[in-house]
């Protein structure tokens, strides 16, 4: 059987070399420790310490730059400013596929009354619904919890913590109009973009 | 602080299992032959560390498990230093491995009463080897696939039960998404789980003898805490270190994603097996079946191993223990070292091949990554339709397998190999095609069409040598050019010739070309048309025999019929037209002097666009690998680069 008792290690002559052999373990022990640790750990944290390239967020050929997308054309556009409802896609980048061509969201659209293109993001600032437009009252309204808007986008009541977000918009020489689609993080008074 | 340390100590005994482990005496002192087993923890330590980020980030299905390995290797934040160091700690480990063993052999610390521990050693050793065996796998590329591949055909020649096993351990008949998820969950739970279950025992058990010291006079006695736990932590440093390099300075590999349909010639076992692997190419062995070499003889092996602690009991079974084990890692060093010459420095075929397979495989490596890093990125099928749908990777081949009977590209067969017929090489019977449809071809076929056309004399048509059909008649275009080459080459026509291959390559309109001087296409046009000089006279016009359609023009000029269109000549469609069908009128149906088959039904859409767009260098290629394009308008010197992809691959490249 083993004899397990300790041999006191404390006898002078030793100690202060036994000392040294106890800092040396602990630190080289530590390094090999930690080494993959922190490796791994950066690794882990890759979602927020690498930034992202979006796919084709180089914005479709022919448009005014980053991030715009060839939407719809002015003239499907009502002269009266009764918003349109419009599905917006892009190529999606997920970790190491690329998706072509997906629905990532919607847009409403319209002509102001001095004859500007306007855009919003449907999605409502409150909780993340798609906000539905009420032709009878002219007005959009949120079908989730009322959040209640007017076509120029601000809130008519306490619910949304802000108005509806609006988007760049640009309209070429053939009356096309181009759109930089973005989302905004939801629930928060300032217009926070996601990435 | 003491008396909350007594606190804790009174509610978990901590103190006294600290005592336990740390105060462990060795006779004899520490020394540095006894780190190989802490090493070996080491290195598992480092694989569940990694192995379980890695697990964060990977995908075990036959379309997301390269793809999510290229992701770690090449797109996340130190993913490339964290799979390297699983990577090259798992080759640490068998190296370790073999030391521990022999160390505990020579020792003769596996003797009674340490039996038990030696065994539980060796199931350990089992655990071990089947991890790498399951992880090499996982990144479901060429190499990993096509070397478990092996692995699993040895497992289905074991008798009475083998094909039932490998059919459980593939999870079906063949390779599939079920091998990938059986394979994962050996290697990242099962395995470890009885890993660590036999590590615990195994340590436990080796405290109960404590440490065998072979000479117990070496030094004074002295306790693993702290003496021999810095050797170990030395000893580990000096492992994290080895790997670290590696990682940085070789990177763990990626081949090309398992393409069940692509045989991967260059395939090898990792380095630990290669030993038998060469061992299984003797003939003597060969002779007996794979099961004989495969299985029944490591399997006798195992059984000596697994003997040894019997044998010891004997008053020379130890020495013939010792003895046995020196002779065994001297013949596996050496059937590893001659395998890995032979490979690397051998002159053989197979040796010369061998090399020549693991060039391509960097080179579909690295194209396939090109792809992959495109805007186009990886489709949600899987990065291995990137290759397949390649024109650059599969051009040349179809361009080997169905063309290079008869020509050649730069001289050779398309992908780099000469072609040979009984050992020798031998002659072309058709037009060498690597410029083909460029200004520099364009040129030799309106001033030097005899040289273009020369294979042609290799061959006969129907009893006649091609050549004279080709290249001897008067009324031809060999004979047009023979007459008119002299005013072509005079240098006040070096404009009009200048324009004429700038107009006739611009029919093509092919990118690689681009972009054509519109001033030089309307000098050709004219000079196609109406013959315009500078000085002298063609004997015909081209446009007497030769039906064109000009690119953007409405009305043909000339008229079907005499010579071969040439509408859109050399661009895809055209090439597209002419491959299906060169018999037909509009190419060389006129005359019957075509000896070239049609391969409209021979050659799928498929392939036939692979081809084509291979032959017109349509196909991605990122901005550092883009050799340059050919320019326009230089009124007598071609500048167009040879199509260099198409190299034969260098002998030198070594993995």
Redesign the interface.
Known sequence: MNDSTPVDPASNDVSRRNFMTKVWSVIIGGIVTLTPLVAGLAFFLDPILRKKKAAGQSGAAGGPGEGFLNVISESAIPDDGTPVFQQIRKNVVDAWNTYIDQPVGSIYVRKTEDGNIIAFNSECPHLGCTVSYLDGARMFRCPCHDSEFELNGNETNEIPPRPMDELDVEVDESGNVWVKFQSYKIGVAEQIPKS | MKTLLDWFDDRTGIREVM??AL???IPGGARWRYVWGSTLV?TF??QV??G??LW??YSPSTQ?AW??V??IQY?????W??RG?HHFAAQAMVVLLAIHLLQVIIDGAYKAPREINFWLGIVLMGIVLGLSLTGYLLPWDQKGYYATKVATNIVGVMPAVGTEVQQVVQGGSDYGHHTLTRFFALHAGILPGLLIAFLAIHIAVF????IHAKDPKHAP?S?F???Q??KD??A??AV?AVV?LLSIFKGAELSAPADPSSPYDAARPEWYFLFLFRFLKFEFIDKFGLAFGAIYIPSALMLFLTLMPIIALWRFGHKLNVFVTIILTACIMGLTGLAYYEDWYGDSDASVKFRKDVAAAHHDAERVREL?QA??????EG?VSLLRNDPLTQGPKIFAKRCASCHRYNGHDGTGELVMVDGEPADPTAADLGNFGSREWVEAILTDYQTVFAPTRNTTKDGTNLGELFLDAEYEMAGWVKENKETLLMPENKEILAGLKEFLVAQSAREEFAPYDEKLVAIGRDAFENGTLNKGEFTTNCVDCHDIKVRGEEEALGFPGSAPVLTGYAGEAWLKSFISNPGAEEHYGYGDKNAMPAFEDSLSDREMNLLVKWMIDDYYQSDESHHGDSTSGEAAADTEEPDTDQEPESESDNE
């Open positions: 005592n336990e105060y462990e005496r080491f330590f480092l560390i990694t379980i980020f964060t980030a997301t793809e999510s290229y992701h797109q996340m934040t130190l993913g230093l964290v160091i405290r109960r003898h404590g006695e306790m805490w702290p003496d736990v810095l932590a030395v580990c440093l994290l670290m992959a805007p186009a990125g990886i489709p949600p990065a």
